[in-house]
């Protein structure tokens, strides 16, 4: 099956994440001068932007990413709760089940930023247990909280909210309703999160979780994890060297392309959120270990935590895996992510006497006069020389080429052309409806 498939099995499903939910602020500026006080530089703060942040942050990318997200987790009586709860909310998240513990202080992570580069962070946090009460009423809600889930993702900070008698709980209530659960653990203990279909540790903590020193093999650290515990699937990322998967008498690596690395700030809850998400729709996993390294590569290039949408995945699948810009059948459903939200202009073309001085003279004052949208050529017959797809491709004008379809009438369905041509006789005829354009 193809990358191409997560798209035609896509859903928006609903998807519980469980975790230690935070508040990642940043304070950006610029750096002048040194302190007179101290020898320390000075930053002069622009603005500052709060965002949710660890498990918040996966809640984030799975929503951009078209899921619909429970959020389970503990929060302080306090303002930075409010402020999360809020952002949460205007995300279409559901946080009924974000639970207020007396006492406990909501973290807060204060990245001081200057010249697209991180000063220092400053934690306001207090790591403190869950309490008795807290976690006997969370357990007690537990079958109505996963009624409605089709998978669970776990993340961890180890700031004391999962309990090792939580987390028994939430991955055994989650097997009985045969619901998979996806682990980004932390810690050396990961007997904890035994009966999880997968956990996804990097390479140290791997190693940490093993007992082993990290001269020895991945693949024997990895084996001793699966000895330890009843999890299926060990997925370790290992930054600029990608991803390997271990199973049973089973390893395979995915190796990354990696263009710049600006922060790694949030590159595993990115990975958390597009590998749940695709296992989510069915795709099998060692697809959605490509899909993780694509997601992770792009949001190392941005400062601070950013967020994978489903439009930006489906833009790196085609840069990776498919020819250029041409979309045929199979693979015209990652062509409607990516003209998701965008404006664009339809032209209906027989190859043939066609390609004229005439027919890219007006493709240029097409895409001139259309400049806020993308131009799409669909080909009423297929070539039968691929030399004339590619002359049609290397045009800058040329946005997308559809190569003769049989659902072109679905695709306009879903997304109307802002103008719809054709191009007969040197000349180009706008077209009034859907229907006239595949008669």
């Given at each position: 099956m193809s990358l191409s498939a997560l798209f035609s099995r896509y859903k928006k499903h609903n998807i519980l994440v469980v975790g230690d939910f935070m508040m990642d602020s940043y304070t950006i500026g610029t750096v002048k001068r040194v302190s007179p006080e101290a020898p320390v530089i000075v930053v002069h703060a622009k603005k500052v932007k709060r965002l949710p942040g660890g498990a918040g942050n996966v809640v984030l990318n799975l929503i951009s990413l078209g899921a619909r997200v429970i959020a389970l987790g503990r929060l302080g009586n306090d303002s930075a709760k409010d402020e999360l709860l809020s952002s949460l909310k205007k995300e279409n998240a559901v946080v009924n089940h974000l639970y207020v513990q007396k006492g406990y202080t909501t973290p807060i992570k204060n990245r001081v930023i200057a010249g697209n580069q991180q000063i220092v962070r400053i934690d306001f946090e207090e790591k403190e247990p869950l309490s008795l009460e807290l976690e006997k009423q969370i357990i007690s809600d537990l079958p109505k909280i996963l009624n409605s889930v089709s998978i669970v993702a776990i993340?961890?900070?180890?700031?004391?909210?999962?309990?090792?008698?939580?987390?028994?709980?939430?991955?055994?209530?989650?097997?009985?309703?045969?619901?998979?659960?996806?682990?980004?653990?932390?810690?050396?203990?990961?007997?904890?999160?035994?009966?999880?279909?997968?956990?996804?540790?990097?390479?140290?903590?791997?190693?940490?979780?093993?007992?082993?020193?990290?001269?020895?093999?991945?693949?024997?650290?990895?084996?001793?994890?699966?000895?330890?515990?009843?999890?299926?699937?060990?997925?370790?990322?290992?930054?600029?060297?990608?991803?390997?998967?271990?199973?049973?008498?089973?390893?395979?690596?995915?190796?990354?392309?990696?263009?710049?690395?600006?922060?790694?700030?949030?590159?595993?809850?990115?990975?958390?959120?597009?590998?749940?998400?695709?296992?989510?729709?069915?795709?099998?996993?060692?697809?959605?270990?490509?899909?993780?390294?694509?997601?992770?590569?792009?949001?190392?290039?941005?400062?601070?935590?950013?967020?994978?949408?489903?439009?930006?995945?489906?833009?790196?699948?085609?840069?990776?895996?498919?020819?250029?810009?041409?979309?045929?059948?199979?693979?015209?459903?990652?062509?409607?992510f990516i003209l998701d939200h965008e404006e664009f202009v339809l032209l209906q073309v027989t190859l043939g006497n066609s390609l004229t001085p005439s027919f890219f003279s007006h493709i240029k004052k097409l895409k001139k006069e259309y400049a806020d949208c993308k131009v799409v050529l669909y080909l009423e017959k297929e070539p039968k020389d691929d030399a004339l797809i590619e002359l049609l491709a290397s045009f800058n004008e040329i946005d997308f080429i559809i190569n003769k379809v049989d659902s072109l009438q679905k695709f306009c369905e879903r997304h109307a052309p802002k103008k719809i041509y054709n191009f007969v006789e040197d000349k180009l005829i706008s077209k009034k409806s859907l229907t006239s354009l595949v008669n």
């Open positions: 993340s961890d900070y180890a700031k004391g909210f999962l309990t090792d008698n939580l987390l028994k709980a939430i991955i055994k209530s989650a097997n009985e309703m045969e619901i998979p659960v996806i682990v980004d653990p932390k810690g050396s203990d990961f007997k904890k999160y035994s009966g999880a279909h997968l956990i996804k540790p990097n390479a140290h903590e791997a190693y940490l979780a093993s007992g082993y020193d990290e001269t020895v093999s991945l693949e024997l650290a990895a084996n001793k994890i699966l000895e330890q515990t009843e999890i299926e699937n060990i997925m370790i990322t290992r930054s600029n060297k990608g991803i390997s998967i271990f199973q049973n008498n089973y390893r395979k690596d995915f190796p990354v392309k990696i263009k710049e690395v600006t922060d790694v700030t949030g590159a595993g809850d990115t990975v958390l959120a597009v590998v749940t998400f695709a296992l989510s729709n069915k795709v099998p996993l060692d697809q959605a270990a490509v899909l993780c390294n694509l997601a992770a590569a792009e949001v190392i290039e941005h400062l601070g935590c950013a967020r994978i949408s489903i439009k930006t995945l489906a833009e790196l699948i085609l840069s990776q895996h498919l020819d250029n810009k041409v979309f045929s059948q199979s693979y015209l459903q990652v062509l409607q």
